[in-house]
Nanobody
Framework: QVQLEESGGGSVQAGGSLRLSCASSEYKYCMAWFRQAPGKEREVVATADRDGRLTYADSVKGRFTISRDNSKNTMYLQMDGMKPDDNANYYC????????????????????????WGKGTLVTVAS
């Protein structure tokens, strides 16, 4: 079973930046960042597949950047222009490639059950 470990969480002032990292014990086609704020459902923040396709939640477009280093099985989330609404536990997730009619299903469309999960890292943004 794949092991995922996040790092880089912490506290930052509104408008500031943080960079999260996720180290995976093995290669997975889809890698993603999810977050869950207190009292809210978990939501996908950004995804990156092995072929370079990236997706972002509307709430973070233009502020967050996802990237991955496939040679190291590592993924990053650069978070700039942070807002108090970004307060949450951030989770690294990884999933195998799923194809339908020989085409890969977008990583953003995979259900949470398709993913392996890290333990999460807390991000706090002070207003």
């Amino acid at each position: 079973q794949v092991q995922l470990e996040e790092s880089g969480g912490g506290s930052v002032q509104a408008g500031g930046s943080l960079r999260l990292s996720c180290a995976s014990s093995e290669y997975k086609y889809c890698m993603a960042w999810f977050r869950q704020a207190p009292g809210k459902e978990r939501e996908v923040v950004a995804t990156a597949d092995r072929d370079g396709r990236l997706t972002y939640a509307d709430s973070v477009k233009g502020r967050f950047t996802i990237s991955r280093d496939n040679s190291k099985n590592t993924m990053y989330l650069q978070m700039d222009g942070m807002k108090p609404d970004d307060n949450a536990n951030y989770y690294c997730a990884a999933a195998s490639k799923i194809t339908i009619a020989s085409s890969p299903v977008s990583c953003a469309r995979l259900g949470s059950g398709a993913y392996f999960w890290g333990k999460g890292t807390l991000v706090t943004v002070a207003s």
